[in-house]
Structure formats: C-alpha cells, structure tokens
C-alpha cells in the first residue's frame, strides 16, 4: 500500500474511534486529513466533492456564516471563534473526497464502532465506580446522540448478512447503554427516533405505521425501569414547576428559561439576525431584562448568563443569531440530504435518511452544528454515506451492477492504444466484467490479443440513416457502464445509447459541453494540448468515483506478440535498429533528408536497420526515398507486411526503436524496447510515449533538449516556442513545424550510440 494510502488509512480510522468522545482527537486526526488533502489537492479538485448538493449547501451556509459575523461583529476573537464552531461543513466536502476507497470506509466505520463501545463500557463502568460519573457527566448528551446513532447504523447494515444477529446485539448494546447508563434526554428521544424509523424500515409496507409506532413504545416501556430514565423525567417534570425567591432551577427549568429569552430574542433578531458571536451579549440583555429582581429565576440569571453561547437549539440559533437567511439556509441543507437519501442506493437510502432524522430531531434540543462532538460526528457520518452512495463499495466486485463495460475509443490508432490503462484498471476493479472496446473500423488492431478485454465493436466512421438504424440495436443499452474517452459530440451520444451509466471525458471549453453534462455521471474535463496532465492518467480518471485512480501509474498493453512471417523472421539479425520515418500529418513529420543522415551513420556502423510503416499511401511516400540506401537484409523495408502483433514481436528483439510523434512510438515504448521520440510541437506532458513499466505518474516537463524517463528517450527542438501545442507553425495539419527541423540528426546519433554501446 503506498504511503499516502496508509497514513490516510491511519487517520481515518483515528477519526471514527475519536469521533464519539474526543474533541481533541478528532482535532487532530482532521489535521491530519487536511494535509493528506493537501497533498493530493489536484485530485481532489478533480472529484470536486463540493459539487455534491448537499456538500454544496453546507458550504453556502457556512459562507453566510462567515459573512455576516464579519459584517455584525468584525474581524475580532470573537468572530474567528464563533466562524470555527462551524468549521465542520467545510471539512465535510474533503472528507467525501477521502473516502472515495471502500477499504477506507471500512476501517472508518469499524473505529468508530470500536470508540462507540469503548463509551457505552465506560458508562457501565461509572455505574459500579462513582468516581468516574462527573466525569462522563458533562459528555452525557453527546454521548447519548453518538451511542444512539451509531446503534442505528450497525442495526442497518446487519440488514442482509448471514448472520444478522452479533451486529443487532451490538446495536442493542449501545442502545441500552443511552436508555439506562445515560442520564441524557437528547440521547433517550434520538434512541426513540430511531427505533421508530428502524421498525418502519424494516417492517413489510403495510405494517409500517404498526411498527413505527409499537416500536418505540416497547422501548419505552423498557426504559422506564431505569433509574436513569426516571432520573430525568422526574427532572423534567419538577422543571416545568414555578421557582421561588432565591430557589434554583433544574435543568428542565434552564432550558424552559432560555426558550423564553430566546423568543423575546426571535422577535428582536429574526430577520437580520444579532450575529453568531453576538449571541452572549443579547441574551444577557434579554434575559435581564425579563428576569426583574423580584422574578423566580433572578438568581440565576444573574450568575449563569456569562455561559450562556446558544439558545439550546439550533433552529433559534440559526434564526438568532444569522436570521431569516441564515434559518432557510440550514433547513434547505437538511432538506437537501433527505432529498438525498430519498434517491440514494437502497444500502444508503435508509441509513442516510435516519441519521439526518436524528440530527434534525437533535437539533430541536442542542445547537448540535456548533457542537463539536456531536456535530464532527454528524458531518463525518455524512460524509461517510454520500461516499458510499457516490462511490460504488470498493471491495465488492460487482458494486453497483457493473458487470458489462463499454469503453468508446472513436479516435486514431495511437489514442486507443493509450486506453488501455483504463482498460486494465477497470480490469482489476472488476475482474468478471465483459468489457467491450467500440472504435472506428482499422483503429482497433491495437487491442487484438489483449487480455483486459473481452470483445470489440468497429464503427463506421461515418454513419448514414441506415447504418445507424442498423448499429443502434447492437449497443442500445446492453452495457452498465460506459467509459467515453472521446472528447467528441459522437461519442458521447454513443455512451448514452449503450449504457444506464457514463463517465465520459469533454473538453475544457465547448459549445455542447452543456448537454454532455447532464448526460455523464462523472465528468472529467480535458487537459488540452497544453495541459499538464497525460492522457493516460486523464482516461484512468475517468473510473474515479469507483477506484482511486489517482495513486495509480498507468500501465501501457500492447496487442499479443505474433510470430514474424518465416522469410521476415529469417532475414531479422541480431542488435536490429527499427525506423519508423512516417508521420500521419506533415506538422508532425521529422524531415526526411534527417532520417537519410541517420540510416547512413547507422548503416555504416555495421547495423541492420529495419523500416516500418503501413502500405498507406503517405507512408509508401516517405520511406521511398529511404529504401534505396541499402540492399536487404542490411536495410529492411517490412511497411505494410506486418500487422501489429507482429510488430510487437519485431520491436521486442530489436536493440534500438527510432521514430517520431505517432503510434508506433506509443506501442514500441511499450514493448520495453530503448525509444528516442522525436518531438515537435506537441506537448510530451501529455503525449510522450508512455514508458514500459514506469514506476511514477508525472515523468515528462514541457520542454527540454532531452528527457529520459524508463526506456523512453526524447527530444525536442529548441526554439522558444516549444512546445506550441499547435498543428505546425501554420496551426493546420499540412503545416510545417521549424522545431523539428530544428533536430539534428546529429543529435539524434549521439543518443543512439549511447543506448546502444549499452545494449
């Protein structure tokens, strides 16, 4: 496991065991994260996270946070620790990112089972040793909330496994322990809240409303035998009763007089709002002036009123302390997760729903958002389930029902070569799938005999009425998922006729790119020709909300080696040097008369060196002029005598492959063979060969003389303006392109003597 994976792994998992219980653990354990972010901040950008709605409005919300504190209060102390009681919602966005891998959440939910049942043990503990109690006391709310939750949660994901029952032991466990360990009221109604929505759950449809409401009432029922729960509705019940002169109030009654101050604050403060860090010094005032000397609660206020940060509440909190605005802005966040889970995958729908119950429900007691524990717990847990609604399980092979895959390469015979990195990891992320390559006729000669890949569908590339109506019943919808690597309209449309899914690559800025969008489940935009990511880490991208691609090297397969044809394979010597002089477009072409400098320096150095290319006619017409320096078998002209298969067996025993910018480069750098490319205009961070097992995922810059990166050497010209990323000095396909004239074939020799006097 790579490093980075590891600590992250470490951290997560130090998260949920702290999340229940430790401010000051889950404070670190976030910082931790942070810098992981950080670290990775590329790829997370690439997920962005914050696009997911209900992401997106925790992060509006904590915006008007942010805002108007500074406006009412200022850049003070104040403001700063105010705004941080609800760092939270911004932390939620980079903890979904972080949980893309099934492992991980994995690890996160079994520690914070394990720091849930350390809690509920340590209750049972303070029962038979006193000493411990005050000191679980002041934690009794949100450790009843987190108990609550987390018995929710355990009981939900026993739904389906074998053996159901340890896990719904488990949960009733933690369950008890909140009814009869905990003297906290949030605690006992969230238990009670959840056990309704668990029984409707559970229960077939018409019995729902049955056991919705008979389950809660069981538990009750239970309850009411503890000392705990009679503990605390006594309390409540002794609250609602009249203080007199110089008596002092219970907690019931605390709670009762906040209520009241904070509906004189409401009509005060709700359509503006006092300001989050304002909260103290208003209800101080309030409450002052409600509470007269002669009032039952004087006493109290007088001496409690400088602890008082929150209402209690965070819908008065919200109202209070941000107003209107502030108010809609939190209920639309919670209406948008139960929006969420009524559209999530039925493994999420029900957990996700009940945990943002019990948070709504919590809300109604606490200022739970501003809270830390119970907050940080919130925001983890959901964005635990977002992430498993957003991310296919990662060690669940058929996650999500990909069993049949639609990879759509309608471009050139290079550019599907290079696909074969995301061919091979969305192999390994499901080693049963059927998947298909779709291309245009001649391109796909590439992928013969490669082992990722179960069968492949040739295109015309260009369709009439009929052919269309022909094509369309071949792919319409037989596949789960489609992976369209073609930035093109075409492509796109082809994905959305093949499968129900699509992840789909379009460019950084087009005109269609709008309805492209609505189409892809996951977008990835495209680096351009002046972009800095390479093309095959920008297609393995593509399967990101299913793997974490992004750790990930790409790995080039070349089609199956094929044995030469016996009276090629009698002529090839020993130490054979490959040239291949052809480029498909002149802008990309080396110049002839370099590659007469060099087959002559190489051919009087005693080597043999062998031609390749196609029986196209531009090919014919650039190694015309090269086929004449030497007789066979010293210069071997094989274009046009072998298919790619065969190719690969060629470049496999050759000392030394010579070419420019095009495919055969891309397919010779994956055999292992030595390479010297040779590099106009075209960016090499995105189109150098990629070479045979490269052991790092950024191995080019822009520009230099020479770059080495595995068996791969290239240059490029030295002109200023290299590379341009255009199509030649005149940008069109015909061009020329005075960086590659720029190349010596002088240059290229002394590369070629070094590699091999190596070999």
């Known amino acids: 496991m790579p ?121 049972w503990v303070a029962l038979l040793v006193p000493s411990l109690a005050p000191i679980l006391e002041s934690r009794r709310i949100s450790a009843g909330f987190a108990l609550a939750v987390c018995a929710f949660l355990v009981l939900m994901r026993a739904r389906g496994q074998a053996r159901p029952w340890p896990a719904r032991a488990l949960a009733a466990f933690m369950a008890l322990t909140v009814l009869l360990a905990i003297e906290g009221r949030t605690g006992h109604v969230v238990v009670i809240v959840l056990v309704s929505c668990a029984a409707w759950l559970h229960s077939p449809p018409r019995w729902r409303w049955a056991a919705a409401v008979a389950g809660p009432l069981l538990v009750l029922a239970l309850a009411m035998g503890s000392a705990a729960m009679q503990t605390r509705i006594q309390e409540t019940l002794a609250g609602t009763q009249p203080v007199g002169p110089g008596g002092t109030l219970s907690s019931t009654g605390i709670r009762i007089e906040l209520l009241r101050v904070a509906g004189d604050l409401v009509r005060r403060h709700a359509v503006t709002g006092a300001g989050f860090a304002n909260y103290s010094a208003a209800h101080e005032q309030a409450a002052r002036a409600m509470n007269s000397p002669k009032g039952s609660a004087a006493a109290y206020v007088q001496t409690h009123w400088p602890e008082v940060s929150n209402p209690h509440n965070e819908y008065l909190m919200q109202l209070i302390g941000g107003g209107a605005v502030s108010l809609s802005l939190f209920l639309a966040w919670l209406g948008l997760t139960f929006r969420q889970a009524l559209h999530a995958r039925p493994q999420v729908s029900g957990p996700l729903g009940g945990v943002a119950l019990a948070f709504a429900v919590g809300c109604l007691f606490n200022s739970l958002l501003m809270d830390f524990v119970e907050a940080h717990l919130y925001i983890a847990l959901l964005a635990l389930l977002l992430a498993e609604n957003r991310y296919a399980a990662q060690n669940d092979e058929h996650a999500g029902g990909v069993d049949r895959i639609l990879v759509i390469a309608t471009r050139q015979i290079g550019d599907v070569l290079l696909t074969t990195p995301l061919i091979r990891a969305a192999r390994r992320r499901w080693p049963r799938a059927h998947i298909e390559v779709l291309g245009f006729q001649g391109t796909l000669g590439m992928l013969r005999g490669n082992p990722d890949v179960n069968g492949l569908i040739e295109s015309p590339s260009r369709f009439g009425w009929r052919g269309l109506r022909a094509f369309v019943p071949k792919v319409w919808r037989r596949y789960d998922l489609a992976l369209v690597t073609d930035p093109g309209d075409r492509a796109h449309l082809l994905g959305w006729l093949a499968a129900s899914r699509r992840s789909g690559i379009i460019p950084a800025a087009g005109g269609s790119n709008w309805w492209k969008k609505q189409l892809l489940d996951h977008v990835v935009v495209a680096g351009g020709d002046r972009g800095a990511v390479h093309v095959t880490t920008e297609k393995q991208s593509l399967l990101a909300p299913w793997l974490d691609v992004y750790g990930a090297v790409p790995e080039v397969v070349g089609p199956a080696s094929a044995p030469l044809p016996p009276n090629v394979q009698a002529q090839v010597m020993p130490g054979a040097v490959v040239v291949h002089a052809p480029s498909m477009w002149p802008y990309k072409q080396w110049p002839i008369a370099h590659f007469e400098v060099l087959l002559n320096d190489l051919l009087a150095q005693g080597r043999q060196v062998i031609l390749t290319g196609s029986a196209g006619e531009r090919d014919r017409e650039c190694i015309a002029p090269l086929r004449i320096l030497a007789s066979p078998p010293q210069l071997l002209d094989l274009s046009g005598q072998l298919d790619f298969n065969q190719l690969v067996t060629l470049l496999q025993g050759a000392a030394l492959y010579i070419g420019p910018d095009t495919s055969v480069s891309h397919l010779a750098a994956a ?18 060969p990629w070479p045979a097992r490269a052991s790092t995922r950024e191995l080019f810059v822009r520009s230099a003389s020479v770059q080495r990166a595995g068996n791969v050497t290239l240059l490029q010209g030295s002109l200023a303006c290299v590379p341009c990323g255009r199509a030649g000095c005149e940008d069109h396909r015909q061009s020329r392109s005075d960086c590659l004239v720029d190349i010596k074939p002088e240059r290229v020799l002394e590369e070629a003597r070094a590699i091999l006097a190596n070999a």
């Open 671 to 688: 055999t292992g063979v030595p390479v010297i490319a040779i590099f106009g205009p075209t960016n090499p961070m995105r189109w150098a």
């Open 3 to 123: 490093v980075w994976q590891a600590v992250l792994a470490v951290a997560l998992g130090a998260l949920g065991f702290f999340l229940p219980f430790s401010p000051a653990g889950v404070a670190m354990s976030l910082g931790v994260l942070l810098v992981l972010g950080l670290a990775r901040a590329h790829a997370i950008w690439r997920l962005a996270p914050w696009k997911e709605p209900v992401m997106a409005a925790g992060l509006v919300l904590l915006a008007y946070i942010v805002a108007h504190t500074l406006w009412t209060t200022g850049a003070t102390a104040a403001s700063w620790e105010a705004i941080n009681r609800y760092h939270e919602l911004l932390f939620a966005p980079l903890l979904l990112a972080l949980m893309q891998d099934g492992r991980h959440r994995l690890i996160f939910m079994r520690a914070l089972l394990a720091g849930a049942v350390l809690l509920a043990l340590a209750h």
